[in-house]
């Protein structure tokens, strides 16, 4: 009996195991057997609000309409350098999703990216993207990887709510760093918030120092036909570390948490608990759809440059990209996708309108301040076309969408780009979390270390 | 009665005998968790001992590279402040987290009342998960004079102190909430040992005329010593992989000082988009693992003669 019951045990046991077995095997559904193609895209990001999420779906039923051949499946995603190649070698990736500029050529020289010249080469306007601009999404040989849009210059935000408190009237923010820093000092002293704040964390530290290099006239890479090297050791970064050092020690207005990043910097912003704070000029629709940001407080101007001809301001955006494991059909039904979502917008009324629309029906942020993906007439005509629909608060944002165009757009430093960031994370962290750093070592270490870096 | 049975031959087992003697069933019983253990345990590290001498984008083939990953590990600046920081975090967590859940369970067990209740107490940070332990504390540090802590400091008038924000703070105070967070599982288990104490050796020790103390260094101690050196060599071997920690509070900054030898290998693979190392990630993964190998062995050889009973 016992002997029998043994045996009943390991039948039951194995046919658990081979269950188990199966269910990894299954999952692989043939994309292609009707006709029709699948593709999964990234469509909002985690912690998005349910009327973001529906206003995707909208659209995906619109393009579906001109597109019946293929299916569109939007997911819940966001780039992220870790869970990527999880995704990739577990082929949970999307077909296509958006990369920031700073890790595109990355992911191309891993070839962990489709192809996709010929598709894009395709479209109507092709030849009328801005040259530097479309750069961030091409190798070396000028092969196209993607798709730019949400092109943005970083942009001054500020709390219009604390400058009121603080004495300073919302209409007119700084237009020098000494009115930053003056500023600053006023809104700690009067409110007792952290009058500026800035990210330091995951290597938004160095995006941030490089930002304000630029703004000063300074560089942090230099290339001379196919070498790159670091030039992080120059006057200019020195003057913006004394300038956080004044703020953070002297004047005690950069408060005492500093080990923010982006997440980090937007939440305690929303929250009223910053002044100011230097970010990308998009991170209104961040603010509104993920940390509920009370529009009457939002302000936005542009980073104050120093009078230096090579004072600039830092650009970025994103390149939508294809799975590398994509078929020809997929990279063809995903650049589709992409320009319906993404691009054609920028170009075509009814396109824009249509955009627009959809989204004001969820009540998604519109109109916040880009750049231009093409030329600046074209983003001018974009602007009307959905003027009606705007709804952002436009008017607390004519500090930026006055003057950005006679800025001087500088892209981000060219090689490994997110590494030297990393080794500029921990010069900022030094000189705000330290009184007694030494400036002028931090920066000659720093650029050894990027040397190194720049050298492999 | 010189004579001695005659040495009993071992039975030859053909497979009938091995078949009906319950062979089957049991290696079939075990095939489930060998399965699941060999796909999810050590299949992975098979991998990573590959994936180490290899080159790879997870998309095409892998290209081998021989020891060129542990070379490039071994090179890189960053490696001898992880070291370091590890070993500081290791240390402090020995000097501060090994003896803590000791004195608790000590004293609970001396406890006539309530020790449920206070052993619930204990184990309460264990059950919590981490990720929510760290935003809490993370509120408990915040470095302003209105943070948690630095309120509680300001009722006797000292601070506020940056707990996180300062080069040498930093790794302390990691320390602190990693050993509110790990001491209940160890409490649990010396209070299990201190259970198994004979009382009879109390009462002798009483009788000798011992107080607490000595009865706690000539009873107790001695009695519990097994544990007490397993809980050690496991102390070590988790503090040497502290990850979640530096990850979540400070992203090993300022400055590099909490960066340990686990996020350094994060950041190989993942921190950095450009870098995308796997390659060095699992190489130095190997050395770490290889390294924690070699200390136990060395360990539990030097105190094999304290540990027999």
Known sequence: ?456 | MTSAAPPRRRPRRSPSTWVRGGGLSTLVLLLPMLLVFGLFSWWPIVRSFVMSLQVTNLVGPAEWVGLDNFQAVLADPMLGTALWNTVYFALLALIFGYPVPLVLAVLMSDLRRGKGVYSTLAYLPVVVPPAVAVLLWKFFYDASPSGVFNTILGWVGLGPVPWLEDTSWAMPSLVVEATWAAAGGTVIIYLAALVSVPPELYDAAEIDGSGIWRKIWHVTLPQMRTILLITLVLQIIGTAQVFLEPYLFTDGGPDNSTTTLLLLVYDYAFGNSLGGDYGKATALSLMLAGGLAILSAVYFRLTRRWSDS
């Open chain 1, 1 to 456: 009996m016992k002997q029998h019951r043994k045996r009943i045990a390991a039948v039951v046991a194995v046919a658990a195991s081979a269950t188990v077995l199966a269910a990894c095997g299954s999952g692989d559904d043939d994309a292609e057997a009707d006709g029709k193609v699948t593709i999964t895209v990234e469509g909002w990001r985690p912690g998005d609000e349910q009327a973001t999420a529906d206003s995707v779906k909208d659209l995906v039923k619109e393009f579906n309409k001109a597109n019946p051949d293929i299916v569109v499946e939007p997911k819940e995603w966001e780039w992220k350098a870790e869970t990527f190649p999880a995704q990739l070698a577990g082929g949970t990736l999307p077909t296509t999703f958006r990369v920031p500029f700073t890790d595109t050529l990355g992911l191309v020289q891993r070839k962990q990216i489709a192809d996709v010249t010929e598709q894009v080469e395709a479209l109507p306007y092709a030849d009328s993207f801005n040259e530097s601009v479309l750069a961030a999404a091409q190798d070396a040989d000028g092969n196209i990887y993607g798709l730019p849009s949400d092109v943005y210059g970083m942009g001054l935000h500020y709390n219009r709510q604390l400058f009121e408190e603080a004495g300073l009237d919302p209409d007119k923010p700084p237009t020098t760093w000494d009115e930053v820093q003056a500023y600053a000092k006023q809104i700690t002293d009067e409110t007792g918030q952290p009058g500026y704040a800035q990210m330091t964390k995951d290597n938004t530290g160095g995006w941030l120092l490089t930002t304000l290099t630029y703004a000063h006239g300074g560089r942090i890479e230099e290339t001379d036909g196919d070498t790159t090297k670091a030039v992080i050791d120059n006057p200019e970064t020195a003057e913006v570390l004394q300038r956080l050092h004044e703020m953070r020690w002297d004047d005690k207005s950069m408060g005492s948490n500093l080990l923010l990043d982006w997440a980090g910097i937007n939440q305690a912003f929303a929250a009223g608990k910053v002044g100011m704070y230097v970010g990308g000029s998009d991170v209104y629709n961040a603010l509104v759809t993920t940390n509920s940001v009370d529009p009457d407080t939002y302000g936005l101007t542009i980073v104050p440059l120093t009078d230096s001809p090579d004072a600039g301001i830092l650009g970025g955006g994103s390149v939508s990209v294809v799975n590398a494991k994509a078929s020809k059909a997929e990279k063809e039904a995903a650049v589709k996708w992409n320009d319906f979502f993404r691009v054609r917008k920028l170009v075509e009324e009814d396109a824009a309108v249509l955009d627009a629309k959809t989204l004001a029906a969820s009540d998604q942020p519109i109109g916040t301040p880009l750049l231009p993906v093409f030329d600046e007439e074209t983003w001018k005509q974009q602007r009307e076309w959905i003027a009606d629909y705007i709804n952002v608060p436009v008017d607390q944002m004519t500090g930026f969408t006055d003057n950005i165009f006679g800025q001087n757009l500088v892209a981000e430093p060219p090689s490994h780009t997110q590494e030297v960031y990393g080794v500029l994370d921990a010069v900022v962290q030094k000189v705000l979390s330290d009184e007694n750093a030494d400036i002028a070592e931090l920066l000659s270490t720093a650029n050894g270390e990027a040397e190194r870096i720049l050298a492999q």
